[in-house]
């Protein structure tokens, strides 16, 4: 073979062990804080990622994940006890705050032009918190679920900012897809 023919191949080979190595996958993700999660699932669409642990008591404790993230956006996962659908989320939402903490909450979504505002959830929560770092921003929580929970559907989302606070998400394929079913026992989703 010739050079450039050696060259070509080096660089191919090269590209593509970058390429994996970039492709992230919720597998064997190491958390900083320590937290471990025995089910995960690699979301279809926003770079996006939910790890859980769901005990016999029906708590769910979760970290959910949305890699390529800047300060000016917020992410959101969800559990739509209603249906495959916007409305009607308990909502887990974070975004940076302009001046300086990053900032996690819940938010019931009852409309399509929501503005993502405080509020209460239909389940009860503990620990919500969330992270920032490295162009990944994590939200974790414990929710307390009914016993007859056992498979759930589940929304995500990000979206910019507007003066600080969340604004309406993108109406993209990508984000007209980010909802499905996910089974907290055997994991299964779709």
Not at 143 to 163: A, E, F, H, R, Y
């Amino acid at each position: 073979m010739n050079k450039s023919l050696h060259l070509i191949v080096f660089a191919s080979i090269l590209i593509s062990l970058c390429s994996l190595s970039l492709a992230q996958t919720c597998q064997n993700y190491k958390f900083s804080n320590q937290n471990t999660y025995t089910k995960c699932v690699d979301l279809p669409v926003l770079n996006s990622f939910l790890h859980w642990n769901y005990s016999t008591s029906h708590q769910l404790d979760l970290a959910f994940r949305h890699v390529g993230a800047t300060a000016s956006e917020w992410i959101a996962w969800a559990i739509n006890p209603l249906g495959l659908k916007m409305i009607g989320s308990q909502a887990l939402v974070a975004y940076q705050r302009p001046d300086g903490p990053f900032y996690a909450y819940a938010s019931p979504i009852n409309s399509y032009d929501t503005g993502l505002q405080e509020g209460r959830l239909s389940f009860s929560f503990s620990a919500l918190s969330g992270t920032f770092a490295n162009g990944e921003m994590t939200i974790f929580a414990s929710l307390q679920l009914t016993s007859d929970v056992v498979t759930i559907n589940q929304v995500w989302q990000n979206g910019p900012l507007n003066g600080g606070t969340p604004a309406i998400h993108p109406k993209t394929p990508d984000h007209l897809a980010a909802l499905g079913t996910l089974n907290l026992v055997t994991g299964a989703a779709s």
